[in-house]
Nanobody, 119 residues
Framework: VQLVESGGGSVQVGGSLRLSCPVSGYPNYDYSVGWFRQSPGREREGVAC????????FYADSVKGRFVVSHGNADKMLYLQMDSLKPEDTAMYYC??????????????WGQGTQVTVS
């Protein structure tokens, strides 16, 4: 399983970015997929997660109302739409996928990360 994030970059406060990550898996299996971030000196934290089979998504309190996570069953892509970005959103963002039928936000495979800088 290879996860490769794209879409990071530098943006002004209040701006938007859309992160993308292809998440492969067996057809018709349910996986937990999500976005996580880590800034220097801090632990990696869950930003937004969902199950590919449906259900309620998880959002960190700090991003609720500003970020939207989505997964396309047809293109097998995981997205994170980030609006109203703040300086505290600056971090390396990682895509993660769990084992089949795993716990929401539990990760077995990680991407290499994409940097998001808000200033």
């Amino acid at each position: 399983v290879q996860l490769v994030e794209s879409g990071g970059g530098s943006v002004q406060v209040g701006g938007s970015l859309r992160l993308s990550c292809p998440v492969s898996g067996y057809p018709n299996y349910d996986y937990s997929v999500g976005w996580f971030r880590q800034s220097p000196g801090r632990e990696r934290e869950g930003v937004a997660c969902l199950h590919t089979g449906g259900g309620t998504a998880f959002y960190a309190d700090s991003v609720k109302g500003r970020f939207v996570v989505s997964h396309g069953n047809a293109d097998k892509m995981l997205y994170l739409q980030m609006d109203s970005l703040k300086p505290e959103d600056t971090a390396m963002y990682y895509c993660g996928r769990g084992a089949a039928y795993g716990t929401l936000c539990a990760v077995k495979y990680w991407g290499q990360g994409t940097q998001v800088t808000v200033s």
